[in-house]
């Protein structure tokens, strides 16, 4: 099984993909809405526990200005603090979204990713003992090819506002992640797998490998972690590699990855490398992501983006197996 070189207008679709969820995790901004909720909201932590066995989804859908909701449940994310949290069902399967009433009036809205096939009850977890929950998001690109791993961050949230806490909790992600990708690795040594590995193989090593530089980065504060990786990957012929590549090195902040990332925007023709790129260089560089306010200088790059070619539907869906340059 040959590799094969991808063409020049498909720059990638996995980190397309990636970078979806990883813009919702990174900017994780709430907006505010009005609405009457046409039930009791729970202000205590036996009310959330009532709240969850008494509110419909019918109520909840009237509520809510998202689409109609698969699982939700209130609880205590903080000092006499009770949130909503609730999964999308639908075209937006892959999104959880926490409701915390607002002072002065309203409510809330902090949208975040939900790729991982477990409960909500999972996602939404007492981890410090102090009788309030934190919220689990997990982040994936739902590709078929792809390591069947997810990146999970970790939340507490204060006045309806999210805050990322996943460094506080390395014990987590030993306990989850870690020992998901020694497994994995396990897999793709003699007997399980035949030496050498096989281009697919290879691939998925690859990706066990940016799960633990994103790890270093994230939870143990190495913030330049997976940077050497990141150039060498960026410049690989095949789509995939090239999507971890691109992942690694937008959440570095550092001259030779922004470096990278302007070079990779400045030859692309397709449009949702180019936004993506622009998003990324947007963060690194301190200025707003795009959905948010958005710096004047990025929203006329948006425009131009859109210009180009656009991406396939599917590209930043999930699902859907999408006929890229692929290395196997």
Not at 19 to 38: T, V
Not at 108 to 135: F, R
Not at 199 to 221: C, D, I, N, S, T
Not at 261 to 284: E, I, S
């Amino acid at each position: 099984m040959k590799f094969r070189r991808s063409r020049p207008e498909l720059v990638w679709f996995t980190a397309a993909a990636l970078l979806a969820c990883a813009a919702r995790a990174a900017s994780a901004a709430p907006y505010r809405f009005y609405a009457s909720p046409p039930f009791a909201w729970p202000v205590t932590a036996r009310g959330a526990w009532a709240a969850n066995q008494r509110v419909t989804k019918a109520a909840l859908n009237a509520f809510l200005p998202q689409p109609i909701i698969r699982d939700f449940r209130f609880a205590q994310l903080g000092p006499g603090e009770i949130c909503l949290i609730e999964a999308w069902q639908g075209r937006g399967a892959h999104q959880m979204e926490v409701v915390c009433p607002a002072r002065g009036g309203g409510y809330w809205d902090t949208s975040l990713p939900y790729y991982a096939p477990v409960p909500l009850a999972w996602c939404v977890t007492e981890l410090k003992g102090d009788g309030n929950s934190e919220v689990i998001s997990s982040e994936g690109d739902g590709s078929p090819y792809s390591p069947p791993l997810y990146w999970y961050t970790i939340y507490s949230f204060k006045k309806g506002v999210p805050l990322d806490v996943s460094s506080a909790f390395p014990g987590f992600y030993r306990a989850v992640l870690l020992a998901q990708v020694s497994a994995a690795d396990y897999l793709l040594k003699p007997p399980f797998a035949a030496e050498p590995l096989s281009p697919a193989a290879r691939y998925l090593k690859m990706g066990l490998q940016f799960m633990v530089l994103k790890y270093k980065r994230r939870v143990l504060g190495q913030k330049k972690a997976g940077l050497r990786h990141g150039l060498a990957w960026i410049k690989s012929p095949y789509t995939d590699v090239q999507g971890l590549g691109f992942s690694t090195l937008a959440d570095i902040s550092d001259p030779r990855s922004i470096a990278a990332l302007r070079r990779l925007g400045a030859r692309t023709q397709n449009q949702g490398t180019c936004v993506a790129v622009v998003n990324a260089l947007a963060r690194l560089e301190g200025r707003a992501p795009r959905g948010i306010v958005g710096d004047p200088a990025d929203v006329k790059k948006i425009l131009k983006c859109d210009s180009m070619k656009p991406s396939a539907p599917c590209l930043l869906q999930q699902g859907c197996v999408v006929p890229a340059q692929r290395p196997y």
